[in-house]
């Protein structure tokens, strides 16, 4: 955990989401694993209130990292919607321009001529 939270923490402002989801997926397995151990060592030890305080900052860690993780996959998702909108709208307006140009230039044409007669 401690070098997936030493990446996040230096990613820069652009960032790869492929490379982050891998590492989330490996923070999401780190989880698992932990736990089992976390489970096994609280059971068989009796100082489970130091156990227990292991166990809390790695949640804290855990949870913290995942947020981040989860935040900017949102962003990422929002950010390729608005570019697909975008990108769409533009389309929407060459075709739609398109579709205009002969429109125009046939009344254009019949007003031309209205007036040479």
């Known amino acids: 955990m401690t070098n997936i939270k030493k990446y996040i923490d230096s990613l820069p402002d652009t960032v790869d989401m492929h490379a982050v ?3 989330l997926q ?3 397995k780190a989880w ?3 736990n089992a151990v976390q489970d096994q060592l609280e059971y068989d030890d009796d ?15 855990y949870c913290e990292l ?5 935040r ?4 990422d998702r929002r950010a390729r919607d608005v570019s697909s909108a975008e990108l769409q709208k533009c389309r929407a307006t060459q075709d739609y ?3 205009l140009a002969p429109k125009i230039k046939l009344l254009l044409l019949k007003f031309q001529n209205l007036e040479v007669r």
């Open 47 to 61: 100082e489970t209130q130091q156990h227990e305080l292991d166990r809390e900052a790695v949640t804290e860690t």
């Open 97 to 99: 321009g398109n579709c």
């Open 32 to 34: 698992e694993e932990y």
């Open 72 to 75: 900017m996959s949102s962003e």
């Open 66 to 70: 995942k947020a981040r993780i989860d």
């Open 21 to 23: 989801n891998v590492r």
């Open 26 to 28: 490996l923070l999401e």
